[in-house]
DNA sequence: CCTTTCACG
DNA sequence: CGTGCAAGG
């Protein structure tokens, strides 16, 4: 647009936020996803904003006590031919995961790994959910201050650090901007940076930011909200993209607007006014192996939608 | 039954919590119920368990999407022919009482009159609605220490008092029984004395105490149980009816078992187990008046039934 | 078990 | 709006 000519064209003292790489183009559909690959490695990640209530609508909606359907979610990834199933916002406590695994029926031979919030209960908490068993696994990032909330869980394969974050939410009136911004994302970068000096990192989950105007509804009106502020999009791009991890959604598709979050207020869904928080990164070094990064903006059951990667082997 | 006789024959030092009047009959029906009046005045009364909640539940049954029917509580009072609806339990705080009245859609020409709590909110909370426009109406019993939890709303009417009051529970533990018994429990019965000796008084609500072992459907196991304790019996016994008030319901079937309670854990409701919580009182002068005093142990949308009044004109 | 408030999103 | 928790019953 000639807007965005205009404004790029006369250099400003005033530091400009992250701005679309591309010209807003049109709206990404499933339909735009480049054939299948006959081998790959495909990994699923959701936050499902409560995973007891998430499998409480999957029972209800196969009882036809709900209008939509809703996916168990390891029916959907075997749909989806997903091998790992990354979750965030589970909101378990740790007496309840292992009731939580009864209820997902997880097949034999998978692993799970959970990481529930120790300061809150029943707030944050994150899980990963792999048919084969990781090398390693870890939870949080090592330090102290940051790991009380379950955000972070970390599966070594063979090629790559597998790291599945649920990042603190700036918080009604801002009130954990500076938490978020100068604290938790400067050393989640640094846990990142530690990991990829030894692997390649694929790094998935609700990163609580939309890098840019093509990724919310409704940019101008957003500016002071929690997940679009200047200060958390920069820090996006400097700590991470700047860092070289590679935002896979938007390198595929460098002008789409998709999202993967519509709050449940003001049927925000149903009139697609969403926000694209939820993210697949990788390491530069596995750029070249991602074929396909995807939404499934279809999928209900929590405000956000399932997003899947798929590697080429 | 031989065992209560022999018990009777042999009197003990031990005081002997309140006991039957009279052996346990046959389990009450609404089958039992005197044939109609050509003429009367009907009140009803039920604790809600929360008013919202229960008119939610009343669309979600006119919806199907639930099973069982639960009617709206002013359709009750019309198939009842009740010109007064006493509701406990309401929960409701005093800003949601327009919404409510309107989601109530109650009838031109009814009057509604609300007491909430103030101490906490959503708790406790007491109303009257009445075709009929009272002469007076009151809420609380004039007493600080007691009218914090919006237990108690009188009405005026030409040849009656009419109290609807939420009586304390003694609670877990029975940690607020003292409270309840020494404090409550003779400050409302001095409070019912008062007015009677200006006109006879009809009191209703849940009173919290199954006064005999006729009333809950396992004696026995609750003697430590709020509710049942010999201490909240003994108070009842001694208060209200040794004050005269008459136990409509015992006075009309002396041996009929009959609950208006069950617990919402461990399907109380389905198995019959049980409790007669609920009451019409009457002083002794109006006695004569009473009709029908009886349940409706089928109605549902709350973990009370409703139980209504006849009084000939 | 069920409903209320509350904190968080 | 919806989740999970706590208190109350």
Tied chains: 1, 2.
Aim: charged share 25%; hydrophobic share 35%; proline share 7%.
């Amino acid at each position: 647009g000639s807007k965005t000519a205009g404004k790029a064209a006369k250099p400003k003292a005033k530091r400009a936020p992250a701005k679309p790489k591309a010209p807003a183009g049109p709206a990404w559909e499933p339909s735009m996803r480049p054939p299948p690959l006959g081998e790959d490695a495909r990994i699923l990640s959701w936050n499902v904003a409560g995973l007891r209530a998430l499998l409480k609508k999957v029972k209800e909606a196969a009882e036809g006590k709900r209008e939509e359907h809703i996916p168990h979610p390891l029916a959907l990834a075997e749909q989806e031919r997903a091998d790992v199933l990354c979750l965030q916002e589970i909101k378990l406590q740790d007496e309840h995961c292992s009731d939580a695994l009864k209820e997902l029926r997880l097949p034999d031979g998978w692993h799970a790994t959970w990481n529930c919030s120790q300061n809150k209960k029943g707030y944050s908490g994150t899980a990963i959910l792999s048919r084969e068993e990781p090398l390693s696994v870890s939870c949080g990032i090592g330090m102290e201050d940051h790991d009380g909330e379950g955000r972070v869980v970390t599966a070594e394969f063979p090629d790559f650090f597998l790291v599945n974050c649920y990042v603190p939410n700036s918080g009604e009136g801002l009130k954990r901007l500076d938490y978020r911004v100068n604290q938790w994302d400067k050393e989640f970068a640094a846990y990142l940076k530690g990991l990829e000096a030894r692997k390649p990192v694929v790094l998935t989950g609700d990163l609580n930011v939309a890098p840019t105007e093509l990724d919310i509804h409704n940019p101008k009106g957003n500016l002071k909200s929690a997940g679009f502020t200047p200060e958390e999009r920069a820090s996006f791009q400097a700590n991470l993209l700047g860092a070289g991890f590679v935002d896979c959604f938007r390198a595929q598709y460098p002008g789409a607007v998709a999202y993967t979050y519509w709050g449940y207020r003001f049927n925000a869904r149903a009139n697609n006014k969403g926000w694209r928080l939820d993210h697949f990164l990788v390491s530069s070094a596995l750029a070249p192996r991602v074929h396909d990064c995807y939404h499934l903006p279809h999928v209900m059951g929590s405000d956000h939608c399932p997003l899947g990667l798929v590697l080429k082997l």
